[in-house]
């Protein structure tokens, strides 16, 4: 299994910027994909962004050319580089490892982080 541990969350203004942390431990080699989901109060919770072992990246529309996803791949660790950010990036921030459990592709999540922006 893998275990993520978020950190990094806050309350700014708009048109400021944040950086989160995700670390991995556990089943390290098995990860496939890391990325960023985020949950708004009554939405769904949706991809933010993934980057992929293979060095592949994707983000959503929302936030292409404002947010970056960074991978540290020494430390185990994800980042999300959020600036611009607007008020509808409130959201609690999820990070997420795709991983093998043997043939089958699992998904794990962190406790998340709360993130906040004022206008």
């Known amino acids: 299994q893998v275990q993520l541990v978020e950190s990094g969350g806050g309350l700014v203004q708009a048109g400021g910027s944040l950086r989160l942390s995700c670390a991995a431990s556990g089943s390290i080699s098995s990860i496939n994909a890391m990325g960023w989901y985020r949950q708004a109060p009554g939405k769904q919770r949706e991809l933010v962004a993934k980057?992929?072992?293979?060095?592949?990246?994707d983000y959503q529309d929302s936030v292409k050319g404002r947010f970056t996803i960074a991978t540290d791949n020494a430390n185990n660790t994800v980042y999300l580089l959020m600036n611009s950010l607007k008020p509808e990036d409130t959201a609690v921030y999820y990070c997420?490892?795709?991983?093998?459990?043997?043939?089958?592709?699992?998904?794990?999540y962190g406790q998340g982080t709360q993130v906040t922006v004022s206008s």
């Open positions: 997420n490892a795709d991983y093998f459990h043997g043939t089958l592709l699992m998904g794990s």
């Open positions: 980057s992929t072992r293979g060095g592949n990246t």
